[in-house]
């Protein structure tokens, strides 16, 4: 995996020297689905990936795109988009951030991926009690980004799927 | 040299490895606790184990050794330079006897009084003899000058074993698995150009390869032996604890499992061997009042089987008392009296399994286990096996436990249906075979439930993009049938294409996708791409069809056994005739399915009859009468066919194919029915086929068919629905047949001075089994040299192995009338012409 933590932890170390003392901001990937923006830690990355073959598991959940093959590990892809009850994608292809759960790893599929940013925990709203039920279980909380808001994803929560 | 020697060999080496180091460092810093206790602990990690290998030599000087180490650590003596080279010493000493262990398997000769002298003294105190080097001597170096090992003949040779941890294994699993993936691809595009130069190393990468996945493959294997290993003297220990005399019978400790799943096995299965020899097993008294051997017996059993690993926990002890778990289970309220009363002995069995039904108080004191049954059970469900339970009071207690290759490499065909790719493991397929096309076979469809016609039997198909909810592939129409084989039942896959086979390794899919039972795991194939494997079992169970036999008798279970129920599900065609009573006919015993044009149907005295491939053919009308001028233009005829003759039965319409079980209540019985059961939520009436292959002419059965005259047989079914089918074919076949329910009235026949030329006995039926039936019967009395023919819907070869260790003369297919009636014949035959 070494290798592909590059791309990601070049852009960790872009953002460390924000990081205060008290290393109470973690470090978040920024990507994109449908327009809305999100964060995952960064720590919980694995790897970013570009457009895969994916092969689709019939009978799965609807939030199961499918699996993919990473250098010889099958990786279960969820679908963001379904996940967040968004409308599905129309074109263009998805980018597959991987994340590790209990020794499996799952694909969260994004329209895109963009920088990591340090986002101090100071900064952070809790989720609006008016939010979608469905996003309240997933999200973690809200942050303004200068005009955007990004909301934080809770992994295990998003990975929570049928349980 | 035997396991658990190469086992210390390999820890010692490593222990004396660390202890070189270790001591360095305490002769450095004197006082450092941490390096003074981790040096005692090595020390007396192999003074201990030696101990217990019966090592006498490298036991006393590791016990000299860990004296003075011992008081370094407690403070009672100074670390000194000269202490540390006796130490050293002594552990070159330790070192060559290993060395000799390893060369010959035993203790080289020696003389090791003067180092552990030496040490003793040290250990007291005492300034060291002046043999040693002084204290203040500048050289540790010229401490361990006094050698008193002789060099072990051969030298020291090096370690049997090493020991790898888990994480590198796996880490080479999958870096093999990359240089597979990356092999197929070069494979493929060397393929796409003839001349290539790297066609020949290349195919010898491919060799290479293939061998490193094989042997890595095999680091992971394990044989379920050493699960076993502790349980002799587990055993042992136990028997003298509780004054019980006991034998343990292990078999089958070579087959091997995944390392992994070994170590999740272990616990529990020392956990059932304690509890056999605990609750299963009497005392030698008992025994002896019980008319046993003193010696109680426990028996392990490992075998493959279809990609399982089956380990079997049995004992001959007082087996469970269905009677005081019927009384916890109402003390307990985990059921009401109704609803016990219903449940079948083994139904009642299973309540041990249940959580909180555990802690011996109740049920382990007086009849059976029960300590922590659920937490086995569960244990074995997470690493997705089964747990079944078989007991008979006063003959024993056995346990089945089935559990997967996790991590294998199968063969499998890779199949496509509804534009997607699956992997079928090879092991459960038949044979393929193409239909739709021109001149192939073609599907037909009874209602909706499509049959494939192969060799005149019919073949209950299953679509796989139906079934995975896929789109069907847009030039539907041909394709292949993969005919595959599960438990006892035979089940046809439509797919739309087939491709190669290849070898797969199976991972296990990801935890949210668990429940999608159709899978059995996912894999990547040589052209990169994630695959799914498609699991028999769990089509087969998707599909209503019995999975295995296990679980089979576990959902007969469920049933209340108000009526006579059929064993496991049985496929029923439904048909119309004369009323609107749906009526049925065991798919099994239907030959063909024909559409005869009206026009084809003739009437002789009365009779219609059809020309059948080459013959006349018997139809008979269920409605009772048949009139040519009201007749459809197409005649749906059920044919039943027994060699070179068939019949054929008019209907009006036919329905569909279910998966039933059968309760069959017989008070609505009618000539030529056997009576009425609910199938698919309708009252739905049986046809009695051997009352209508009567029907169908005098002759029918005469002739050669007449072999019986009369001889008595005697058949053990505990199906009235079976019985029914058997009971008339036999009598029309001339034989005299008594029918019983269960074994034990088969027995009480015999104890009443009953006499028969030959029986009949069915396999799976509640009380007594087949098995235990035969067994009962070979071991004494009267029908001891009886023929004795097994009468089953299982048809695997191991049951049929089993059977016949049990004492079967014979195995006879339960729907196969013509074979039973050969094979009875035959060993009638048999003892007249001996």
């Known amino acids: 995996m070494h290798q592909d933590m590059a791309a990601v932890a070049g852009g960790l170390a872009a953002a460390r020297p924000g990081r205060g003392p008290a290393a109470a901001d973690e470090a978040f990937l920024t990507l994109v689905v449908a327009g809305q923006l999100c964060g995952v830690p960064v720590l919980a990355v694995r790897d970013v990936l570009g457009s895969q073959a994916i092969t689709r598991i019939p009978l799965a959940p609807p939030e199961v795109a499918g699996s993919l093959n990473l250098r010889g590990r099958i990786v279960t892809a969820i679908d963001l988009r379904r996940r967040l009850g968004l409308p599905p994608r129309e074109e263009g292809t998805a980018m597959s951030v991987v994340v590790e759960r209990e020794d499996e790893l799952y694909s969260l599929l994004a329209d895109s991926v963009g920088e990591v940013l340090p986002l101090p925990a100071r900064d952070r709203a809790p989720n609006p009690p008016t939010l979608d039920p469905l996003w309240q279980g997933v999200a973690r909380g809200v942050h303004r980004l200068g005009e955007k808001l990004l909301i934080l994803l809770d992994v295990e929560q998003v990975l929570a799927i049928g349980a | 040299m035997d396991d658990l020697l190469a086992d210390f060999l390999t820890e010692t080496n490593e222990g004396l490895l660390a202890l070189d180091a270790a001591l360095v460092r305490l002769e450095r810093a004197p006082q450092g606790a941490a390096t003074l206790s981790e040096v005692f602990r090595i020390v007396h990690t192999i003074k201990g184990t030696c101990g217990f290998l019966g090592l006498t030599r490298l036991e006393r000087v590791a016990h000299a050794a860990e004296n003075v180490l011992g008081r370094y650590r407690d403070g009672t003596l100074p670390v000194t330079q000269g202490g540390i080279s006796l130490i050293l010493a002594a552990l070159d000493a330790i070192r060559g006897i290993v060395a000799g262990l390893e060369a010959t398997g035993q203790e080289p000769a020696g003389e090791d009084a003067p180092l552990i002298a030496r040490l003793d003294a040290e250990a007291e105190g005492q300034a060291p003899p002046a043999a040693l080097a002084p204290p203040s001597a500048p050289s540790p170096a010229a401490a361990p000058e006094p050698d008193p090992v002789p060099a072990a003949p051969g030298g020291a040779s090096p370690p049997q074993t090493i020991r790898v941890s888990v994480e590198v294994l796996e880490d080479l699993m999958m870096l093999v698995s990359e240089l597979v993936l990356t092999r197929n691809q070069l494979l493929q595009l060397a393929r796409a150009r003839e001349d290539s130069a790297f066609a020949v190393p290349l195919q010898r990468l491919s060799h290479i390869t293939t061998d490193l996945q094989e042997g890595v493959m095999k680091t992971r294997m394990q044989p379920i032996g050493h699960a076993w290993a502790k349980l002799p003297r587990l055993v042992r220990d136990l028997g003298l604890e509780l004054g019980k005399k006991i034998a343990l019978e292990m078999r089958g400790a070579e087959t091997e499992l995944d390392r992994q799943v070994l170590e999740l096995i272990k616990d529990p299965l020392t956990h059932m061997v304690r509890n056999s020899g605990d609750h299963g097993l009497e005392r030698p008294e008992e025994r002896l009042l019980a008319g046993k051997p003193e010696t109680g017996r426990i028996t392990l059993d490992a075998r493959h089987e279809g990609g399982h690993i089956v380990i079997e926990i049995g004992d001959d002890g007082r087996g469970l008392n269905a009677e005081r778990i019927r009384q916890k289970v109402l003390a307990q309220g985990l059921a009401t009296e109704a609803e016990l009363a219903g449940m079948s002995e083994r139904e009642i069995h299973r309540f041990i399994f249940r959580p909180g039904f555990s802690t011996a108080a109740a049920v382990t004191a007086v009849s059976g286990r029960g300590v922590g049954m659920d937490v086995v059970k569960t244990n074995m ?85 139906g079934l995975l909810r896929l789109r069907p592939a847009a030039g539907a129409g041909s394709g ?164 070179e003759r068939s019949m054929g039965v008019m209907v009006d319409e036919i329905l569909d194919v279910v998966e039933a079980r059968l309760t069959i209540d017989p008070a609505g019985e009618r000539p030529g029915y056997l009576g009425s059961a609910v199938v698919a939520g309708r009252v739905t009436e049986l046809l009695d086929t051997a009352w209508w292959l009567r029907e169908a002419g005098e002759d029918w059965f005469g002739g050669a068919a007449r072999t019986g005259s009369g001889r008595r047989v005697l058949l053990v079914e505990d199906s009235a629905f079976f019985r029914n089918l058997v009971v008339p074919a036999l009598s029309a076949a001339g034989y005299a047949v008594t029918a019983v329910p269960d074994a034990a009235e088969a027995l009480r026949l015999r104890d009443g001075g009953q006499g028969f030329d030959a029986i009949l006995s069915d396999i799976t039926m509640p009380g007594m089994d087949g098995f235990a039936f035969a067994r009962a019967l070979r071991q004494e009395g009267p029908w001891r040299d009886l023929p004795l023919i097994a009468l089953t819907s299982r048809g695997a070869p191991e049951d049929i192995e089993r059977g016949r260790s049990a004492g079967f003369t014979d195995y006879v297919a339960k729907f196969d009338r013509a074979a039973l009636l050969e094979s009875l014949a035959q060993c009638l035959a048999a003892p007249v012409l001996a």
Request: aromatic fraction near 4%; glycine fraction near 12%.
């Open chain 2, 381 to 465: 469900e997470r690493i997705g096996g089964t747990i079944d339970i078989r007991s008979r009071e006063g003959r024993g207690t056995s346990f089945v436990i089935k559990i997967p290759l996790t991590l294998a490499i199968v063969s499998a065909l890779i199949v496509e249906a509804g534009g997607e790719r699956f992997a079928i493991p090879q092991i459960g397929v038949v044979e393929l075979v193409r239909v739709g096309s021109e001149g192939a076979a073609q599907i037909e469809h009874i209602k909706d439930a499509p049959v494939l016609r192969l060799r005149d039997r019919l073949l209950p198909l299953v679509d796989l993009a």
């Open chain 2, 480 to 643: 292949f049938v993969v005919v595959t084989q599960v438990g006892a039942h035979v089940l046809g896959i439509i797919v739309d294409r087939v491709f190669d086979t290849e070898e797969i390794v199976v991972k296990p899919v990801a935890p949210i996708l668990r429940h999608v039972t159709m899978f059995g795991g996912n894999t990547i194939l040589g052209d990169g791409s994630v695959i799914m494997i498609l699991d028999p079992n769990g089509i087969a169970r998707a599909t209503g069809l019995g999975a295995d036999a296990a679980e089979a008798e576990a959902e007969r279970e469920a049933v209340p056994q108000a009526g006579a129920t059929s064993e496991a599900g049985t496929a029923l065609l439904l048909f119309r005739a004369g009323d609107a009573t749906p009526k049925a006919v065991p798919l099994g015993l239907v030959a063909r399915l024909e559409d005869v044009e009206a026009g084809r149907i003739e009437q002789v005295g009365g009779r219609p009859l059809v020309q059948y491939r080459g013959r006349l053919m018997p139809l008979l009308p269920l409605s009772g009468h048949w009139d040519p001028a009201l007749a459809p233009p197409r005649q749906p005829v059920l044919v039943f066919g027994d060699g």
